[in-house]
Each structure stands twice: as C-alpha cells, then as structure tokens.
C-alpha cells in the first residue's frame, strides 16, 4: 500500500496574501496607498518573493492594482463602481435572505436574532466601528444559512469589494439609526417566516446603503470646496 504524501501548511505567500488581505479589510493599508514592499518584508522578516507572490494573487482578487514600473496600490471604490456593486450585492444579499428563511431551522433564527441583538447594542452606544463588524458577522451569517453554493461563490466575490468601503456610510448622519430599524425589520421577516419579505428588505436595506454613502461623498466633495475656499 502506498503512504499517502502528507498535506503540507499553507505556503508562505498565501500566508502573506492573508495577512495583507485582512490589512486592506481593517483599513491599515487605506484605499489608493502604495504598499511598500521592502518596509512589509523588513517588518515580516521575509524576504520580497512571497510578498510579491502575495500580491499577484491580491491582484487577480481585484483588492490591489498592480502599476507597472511603480507597484501595487490598494484598490480605490470609485462612485461609479459604487453605483454599478451595490444593485448587484443587493439583489445577491436580497436572494441570500429569501433562501435563509426558507432553510434556516428554529435554532438557526434564534442564533440569528443573538446576532442581531449585537447590532442593537452597537447602535444603542453609537459605535460605528463595532456596529460594522457585527453588520458583517450578521450578512455573513445570513448568506451561510442559504446554503447555496453558486449564490455563496457570486455573493463572496463580490463581497470583497464592499468591504473595501468598510462601512463608511455609517459615518453619514442618521444611517446608523436607519439601518438598526431595517435589521429589525428583517429580523422580523425571518421569525414570521416571510421569505419574500425579508428578500425585499434586505435588497432595500443594500440600497439604502448606497443612498447614504452618495451623499456622504456629496457631502465630503461640498466641504472639499468650502475649505478650499
């Protein structure tokens, strides 16, 4: 009988391409920055292959964008890409909760609501940046229990991109308060077993999002001006 070769560790680049990855998501490496190889490499104590390695396969996820002769640069999330993601996320994400309703067991709604029960106290304390991640653990969990695997690879791919944005337009005035109501309102939808309506409502609640994030940049752009004036 043959010995079978053992698996080995993940290699040194995806290590790096983890590492940088979870850098982009948290905004230590912001939008539009340069990343200096040789500073990462003399921080990591590695040497420049796995990193460059590394960022090959952050540019094929679209997360970096490789310059000739200047390097690589994280992605930025223009206000068309903006306007072109969120219609597609929200029909994916709208998909994701019809799906999740109608598959979802007793105690898979209730450990729903335990996460939704997290979103209402970050919003309670005005936490925007833990009222964020609990946002994401509650979409990520709500695409788990679709349990469709082709709505899971489209919904991933594209989630990625969102997250490049990081939640910003919870910083626009009231857009917190507003989305806390529009969890509550689906979380509604999945207790009452209404797959239709938690699909609208959850499509509503992607697109709402945009609405915010548009006019906080109109915002951003006006105040742009004024102190430049």
Not at 11 to 35: C, D, K, N, Y
Not at 104 to 114: H, N, P, Q, S, Y
Not at 148 to 162: G, I, K, Q, S, V
Not at 194 to 205: F, G, L, N, P
Request: charged fraction near 30%; proline fraction near 3%.
């Amino acid at each position: 009988m043959v010995t079978p070769t053992p698996l080995r560790p993940a290699s040194m680049h995806e290590e790096v391409a983890t590492r940088l990855r979870s850098m982009i998501f948290e905004r230590q490496l912001a939008p539009g920055q340069w990343i200096d190889e040789l500073a990462l490499a003399n921080d990591w104590h590695i040497s420049r292959t796995p990193l460059r390695e590394a960022l090959k396969v952050l540019a094929a996820e679209g997360l970096v964008t490789s310059v000739p002769r200047q390097g690589c640069k994280v992605t930025e999330m223009s206000e068309d890409d903006a306007d072109e993601l969120f219609p597609v996320m929200a029909l994916l994400e709208g998909r994701c909760a019809f799906e999740a309703v109608r598959k979802a067991t007793d105690a898979e709604v209730k450990g729903l609501r335990r996460l939704h029960e997290v979103l209402e106290k970050h919003a309670a304390a005005n936490n925007i940046d833990g009222y964020y991640r609990a946002n994401h653990d509650f979409h990520t969990r709500v695409q788990a229990l679709a349990a469709n695997r082709w709505l899971d690879r489209a919904t991933n791919e594209l989630r990625r991109f969102l997250r490049l944005l990081r939640g910003r337009q919870l910083n626009w005035p009231g857009r917190m308060a507003a989305s806390i109501n529009e969890h509550r309102v689906l979380i509604d939808a999945f207790e009452q077993r209404d797959a239709v309506r938690a699909e609208r409502v959850m499509h509503d609640h992607l697109m709402a999002q945009l609405v915010a994030l548009k006019a906080l940049r109109a915002n951003e752009k006006l105040q742009g001006v004024t102190h430049a004036g």
